[in-house]
């Protein structure tokens, strides 16, 4: 029972943390994240249903359902920080740009 109540609490935890942000944030995100958890608290209240629910689906039991989840989930979030880290370096180099063109000193008249 102990064990339940901590994964619970550690369940909430990360959902509410990762869910706080701006309002840069996607509704969908925090959707998907709060589904997220209340499916992670339902498997550890209730791990019946979840192998129940993984042997309807074709999947063994509910603890390689729970993998197979988090291994999309995992995969979705490299895909996503990879494209926010592309745009991000983009930025990066067109700020450089600028800042090096506003600072370099005027051409001199003979030509060096």
């Not at 291994?71 to 996503?80: G, N, Q």
């Not at 067109?94 to 005027?106: F, I």
Request: net charge positive.
């Amino acid at each position: 029972m102990i064990v339940k109540a901590l994964l619970i609490v550690a369940v909430v935890a990360i959902a509410a943390g990762l869910a706080r942000g701006g309002a840069r944030r996607l509704a969908l995100r925090r959707v998907g994240l709060a589904v997220f958890a209340l499916a992670a608290i339902g498997g550890v209240l209730y791990p019946d249903t979840l192998t129940w629910v993984a042997q309807r689906i074709g999947v063994g039991r509910g603890a390689d359902l729970m993998l197979y989840v988090l291994i999309v989930a995992f995969l979705s979030y490299i895909a996503t920080r990879f494209a926010h880290d592309r745009r991000t370096d983009r930025r990066l180099t067109d700020l450089a740009r600028c800042v090096a063109l506003a600072e370099a000193p005027p051409p001199r008249p003979d030509g060096r």
